[in-house]
């Protein structure tokens, strides 16, 4: 990405449409009531050949004090800081207000690179506010339509210049991304600046999460406050994190089904599962005062589901008199309520004072590693031959079940495929024995493993020597040629 575009203005004039057309997907909420957007989300821009990061900001208030519309606008006024280039918004249907005369002074006084656009300028509709704009004193204004498209050409062609002045600096910045990992030989893990450690932090509404994460960012860079449900969308920021780089996604709070009523939160939920499938791993974080409740559960579950490593943060504890008490009492919840997440970490934390950060660091990143853990082939079949011995599979309708051999075909997370005779036949409750056993002896604690059973019949690779090698036996596992 070559530069950074803050799309600012009045509430409802398009900025987030506008966001949404220049990234080409529906990454920021949209809706017809104004204020829908609260924090600052940025997205990976592409307008022809140019490619950009572009900030969707909350809309500008006249509030200076520290009411929910105050902190929007501080916000606000941080996206110009940070942004490389500012893109005013008027709503050309509107004209210019009073308001936006005071924001383009803001803008003026900031020395900010400015492009003043006007919104929904379709047809004739924006031709007064065109003209109107002209007042401002920040250039000529650039008439567009975020809806229908209209003036992306002239919007281009404003912004191309910008590519060549901040490449340089870009280009020393810029992370790889979409790295392949080869089949065979060694592949580091380790977060760096090139490929940062991806982390969500999902949980019920007022649980602290936004206040968590600017503790772990050191400043203020999402919107808290004592109003549940302040953050809608889900946010993604950028940091070194005690030394490991990081992307920390913070989600909007996530409220049972039924009281998910309003059209703005049902999108509000759905964002904050789609930052699940983004991250590697997920700090599920709970009130200290009402933890592990049914939506708490499920919360974690789908993280599990999703396959993502995961760690069950305890928020507020510097609330709690009777520690010893509640930590003995939140582990018993823990492992009784949550069995498919075995020895996941559990830790306790303050969001405001910053207590236990260091300990949810080395919790995630030990879940990281696990999540990324290989096993060579031969360990994991000595392994199942003393798991067999132990205990033999069963024998449904006389018939005992053969456990050929095993390999590990996958990872973030780990997957494992065993060859046997009748895979059908093979309950849950013996597999359950042999996915605990791999986190226990290969110390896997918390994070999901897959198993799968698959017959081959008779048919046992390690007795062709072609197939001495793990790559060419899971290429005879997944049927393909060698």
């Not at 104004?34 to 909350?58: H, S, Y």
């Not at 396959?307 to 709690?320: F, P, Q, S, T, Y």
């Not at 069995?339 to 030990?366: E, F, I």
Request: glycine share 8%; net charge neutral.
């Amino acid at each position: 990405m070559s530069f950074t575009l803050a799309i600012v203005g009045r509430p409802n004039v398009g900025k987030s449409t506008l966001f949404n057309r220049l990234v080409g997907r529906k990454l920021a909420l949209v809706d017809d009531q104004p204020g829908v957007t609260r924090d600052l989300r940025e997205g990976d821009a592409k307008l022809f050949d140019l490619r950009f990061t572009v900030i969707d900001t909350a809309g500008l208030e006249e509030v200076t004090d520290d009411s929910l519309q105050g902190r929007m606008r501080r916000l606000t006024e941080r996206a110009v800081e940070m942004a490389d280039v500012s893109l005013f918004l008027l709503d050309g249907r509107v004209g210019v207000t009073p308001s936006d005369e005071v924001f383009a002074d803001i803008l003026r006084k900031k020395g900010a690179r400015v492009i003043l656009g006007v919104n929904k300028s379709e047809g004739k509709a924006g031709d007064a506010g065109a003209l109107e704009g002209w007042s401002l004193g920040l250039g000529e204004p650039l008439r567009l339509s975020a809806e229908h498209g209209e003036g992306m050409d002239d919007l281009y062609r404003l912004l191309k210049p910008f590519e060549a002045e901040f490449a340089v600096r870009e280009a020393e910045n810029a992370p790889l991304t979409e790295v392949d990992v080869e089949e065979e030989g060694e592949w580091d893990p380790t977060p760096s600046d090139k490929r940062p450690l991806q982390m969500a932090v999902i949980g019920r509404p007022n649980a602290g999460k936004s206040t968590l994460i600017n503790k772990i960012l050191g400043y203020d860079r999402l919107l808290t406050g004592p109003e549940a449900g302040i953050t809608r969308d889900a946010i993604s920021v950028r940091t070194d994190w005690h030394g490991t780089p990081i992307r920390v996604f913070d989600t909007a709070g996530m409220r049972k089904k039924a009281k998910v009523v309003e059209k703005l939160e049902k999108l509000s939920v759905s964002d904050g599962l789609r930052a699940v499938r983004f991250a590697e791993v997920v700090v599920v974080l709970l009130d200290v005062e009402i933890s592990f409740e049914v939506q708490d559960l499920r919360i974690a579950d789908f993280a599990e589901t999703e396959g993502r490593a995961v760690v069950v943060a305890i928020n507020k504890w510097d609330l709690e008199g009777e520690k010893q008490e509640k930590l003995a009492e939140l582990k018993e919840m823990f492992e009784r309520l949550l069995p498919q997440l075995r020895g996941a970490p559990l830790v306790t934390v303050s969001g405001k004072t910053g207590r236990g950060l260091d300990r949810l660091h080395d919790a995630v990143r030990k879940a990281h590693d696990v999540w990324n853990r290989r096993i060579p082939t031969a360990r994991l079949n000595s392994w199942l031959g003393a798991m067999t011995e132990a205990h033999p599979p069963p024998a449904p309708g006389g018939r005992r079940i053969k456990l050929r051999y095993m390999t590990q075909v996958k990872t973030r997370p780990p997957g494992f495929i065993v060859m046997c005779s009748h895979p059908e036949d093979m309950p849950d409750s013996y597999k359950r024995y042999l996915v605990n056993g791999l986190r226990d002896h290969f110390d896997m604690p918390g994070t999901p493993i897959r198993l799968t059973f698959r017959s081959q019949g008779d048919k046992n690779p390690f007795k062709n020597p072609k197939f001495h090698t793990p790559s060419r036996l899971r290429k005879h596992i997944d049927g393909r040629k060698d």
